[in-house]
């Protein structure tokens, strides 16, 4: 081992002596001597690192090590604003107490997380300040405003409630709409105060959107203006950073972006411009959605000619030009010139995509349809393949990559993950050894005689198996779930049994874990948001139940284009892409070295397709049965044994 990880991790070493009864996890010291070695010899590395391993502190002491030994700025990139605060009040932290070497850290978050002077008082000027009609919204509205007078830092999480966006709108701005140096409040800016702390740190956190958004200025402009210049990047939750590219790296185009170019042309003076502009907008996206609910359309766009926007193109022209005008105009002020420059930058983008989108100009894209609860149109677009753009301006920028996740692999192996994300060959692998003993710890449970997930009476016989399920557990059960039907159909079932059933929707999700966790014997439904991130040790969470492979979603826009140009692409593409999902929804049993639990997964593929094994590879070795009923079993042994 490097000698400094011995220092840190090793049997008395400095982790051992700030913790009584420390144990040296061999996953974690694999996974930080992987991280090391990539850094040092600036290298790009994969590592999977189970829950428990502790990732956190193994990718953190060779940051650390790196930034204050050799003058490396370090970047930490996660997927959740929950890992972003683990990292910055607690990993981070516990590391500045435990390590000789000082260093600092700060949290980057993208502009619309931070109070704008400027965005509040054009609100207060226009009355926005006053209050809504429901009281609780106007409470809100207040507490913000009152806050807003004492912050030091104008971030939103310091805020004890999540503010609605109807709210938190009238105190910030997102990039887009920031007036940058013609701003009046330029030089109070709090985000811009937040930005030039993390240039000065050793080590920056944020999240995968301002990774993105940096890589792409990068690439247009050859500077590093959305993050402050780096050497070594660690891509926490890397499982989902090629979905997140796909996203970020493509766009929407909707009614509301032509609603709000339309105020600005109200603001310049140009009323009939701004009429034009609505009227139009209302017209193109009508025969949008027409054409998006017509039999024409099965989930994305295959040809173009589905609608027109030659007329709404032509106001959207107009006001750039306007807009132009007076960003160009040196009589003006700088506040007035900015305003221009951001409108005329609006009316300029949103022209391009409709443009791009109505052709379906780009090859490399999916162009689909969204309809919102009201049957509003949103036109999108995606790049089906990111792997070669992030070979390039990830990888190829950046001198060592490090990607980590708890679920990586698929059947004990990185290639999917290296295919998705572009990851060049010669990067270094680690799998972590989980810390749990999956063996005595959980039993995996596919009950025998349920139907195929495909066949009429699947719903009603998972139903009467979680019913079940519950019942031999005493509550304490997770329901995790791929579609809200068969969430539904369960929910009716089990909802009066005489434990405490709990719903996604019912309460924000944060609300519904602590309930859960803190109401042993209830039990909790959920669907995709679920599957990740949820963490409840101890006996709350006994039982988890999974109604079938997740598979991708067929409508998907980017897994039908995937499906219809490659035919291998069930086993190449949606098997891992299951697998991982699946992983990650397992992943929610064992949280700790005296959990126990079982696993019930309620779909017969898993057992009787030949594509089974590859799931069951890629799960941790557990007991398994087919039958229910060595549930109770299997329960009452574990708790005789006791931990260990």
Known sequence: MTEYLEQVFGDGGLLARRF??????????????????????????????????????AYGVPSVWHARHRGKKVVIATANIALQEQLVRKDLPLLSEVLPWSFTFALLKGRNNFLCHDRMAESEARGELAGFTGDDLDRQLAEVAAWAETTTTGDVSELPFVPPPQVWSRFSVGSDDCKGDGCRFRDACLAERAKAAAAEADIVVTNYHLLFAH???????????VLPAFDYLVLDEAHEAADIARDFFGFTVSEFVAIRLARFAEKLGKKKLAERLRREASDFFAAVADHARSPAYKCRLKRPGFA????????LDELAAVAGRIEEDESLDKEDRAEGRIVRRQASTAAARLREATALSDPGKVYFIDLDQKGRAKLGAKPVHVADLLRDELFGGTASVTMVSATMTTAGTFDFIRAEAGVPDDALEVVADSPFDFEHQALLV?????????????VEAAADAFKKVIDLCDGRTLGLFTSYRNLNA???RVRRNGHRVLRQGELPRTELTRVFKEDVGSVLLGTESFWTGIDVPGEAL?????DKLPFPNMDDPVVDAICAADRNAFNSHLVPRAIIMLRQGVGRLIRSQSDVGVAVILDRRIADKPYGRRFIRSLPPMLTTRNLDNISRFLAEASDAGPG
């Open 490 to 492: 369960v929910h009716e």
């Open 542 to 546: 006994t039982g988890l139940v999974i």
């Open 308 to 315: 027109s926007a030659a007329q709404l193109l032509k106001p």
């Open 215 to 225: 890589l792409a200025v990068r690439r247009e402009t050859g500077q590093d203006l």
């Open 20 to 57: 009584p009864g420390y144990e040296k996890r061999e996953g974690q010291v694999a996974l930080a001597r992987v991280v090391d070695q990539a850094m040092r010899e600036e290298r790009h590395a994969l590592g999977e690192g189970p829950c428990g391993t502790g990732k956190g502190v």
């Open 446 to 458: 596919v009950p025998e005689g349920l139907p195929d997930p495909r066949e009429p009476g699947f």
